[in-house]
């Protein structure tokens, strides 16, 4: 398995700015994902965090709204970028972890940052 | 396209009974199905897996699912309901090729009350 943290675990904004979400694993891993979690509701993909390159959107997702960067293997970050109270969720890092030896086809989740905007 | 439909978002059981939680999907492909369980304020944690192999999948925390291709189902099972199994559980279906690779697609959730 993969040990997955997030930095911050919670915040409280206000609207308007901007919040910088860190997930560091201890492992390298190919694929690295970021998940939002709005209120009592299900996980939506909002892209995949290609290390090297741009990341990949999902429909109703912009780079501009959701920057994410990945300098490297271990690490991304995503930014939820002139905040509404509607980017109250919590946002989840996920990790596939078919690239370490004896684990396929599995995919690990931070613990996830509660972000509240007023 | 894939979905996955859990049917009903609550399940309430007694502590010491079978826990049934259901879950459909729709896939053009085989697809890779995976039961995960978040506890309040916490993450996700991956409960179990099926990735073509035995239909019949064993997890942790004493669950399992049973595959059933011809039902199009993935329905998680436990034969007794314990207190810290008090929590919401989320069905998904796994992308298993191209631009989309790896992209994990959730059903609803289900929250499982344990009464004692």
């Known amino acids: 398995s993969a040990v997955i943290s997030q930095k911050p675990s919670r915040d409280i904004c206000q609207r308007g700015t901007s919040l910088t979400i860190q997930c560091q694993v201890d492992?390298?891993?190919?694929?690295m994902f970021w998940y939002r979690q709005q209120p009592g509701q299900s996980l939506t993909l909002i892209a995949t965090?290609?290390?090297?390159?741009?990341?990949?959107?999902e429909s109703g997702f912009v780079i501009d709204k959701f920057p994410i960067s990945r300098p490297n293997l271990t690490f991304s970050t995503l930014t939820v970028s002139n905040m509404s109270p509607e980017d109250s969720s919590i946002y989840l890092c996920?990790?596939?972890?078919?690239?370490?030896?004896?684990?396929?086809?599995?995919?690990?989740f931070g613990p996830g940052t509660r972000l509240t905007v007023t | 396209a894939q979905s996955v439909t859990q049917l009903g978002s609550h399940v309430s059981v007694s502590e010491g009974a079978l826990v049934l939680l259901r879950c459909n999907y729709s896939s053009s492909v085989p697809p890779y199905l995976f039961w995960y369980v978040q506890y309040p304020n916490q993450g996700l944690q991956l409960l179990l897996k099926?990735?073509?192999?035995?239909?019949l999948v064993k997890g942790i925390n004493g669950f399992e699912a049973e595959f059933k291709k011809s039902e199009t189902s993935f329905h998680l099972t436990k034969p007794s309901a314990h207190m810290s199994d008090a929590a919401e559980y989320f069905c998904a279906v796994r992308t298993a090729g191209g631009t989309s690779y790896g992209k994990l697609t959730f059903g609803q959730g289900t929250i499982l009350t344990v009464h004692p």
């Open positions: 492992s390298q891993v190919t694929m």
């Open positions: 996920s990790v596939d972890v078919s690239m370490i030896a004896g684990v396929r086809n599995e995919q690990y």
């Open positions: 099926y990735t073509s192999a035995a239909t």
């Open positions: 965090a290609n290390q090297g390159s741009e990341a990949t959107y």
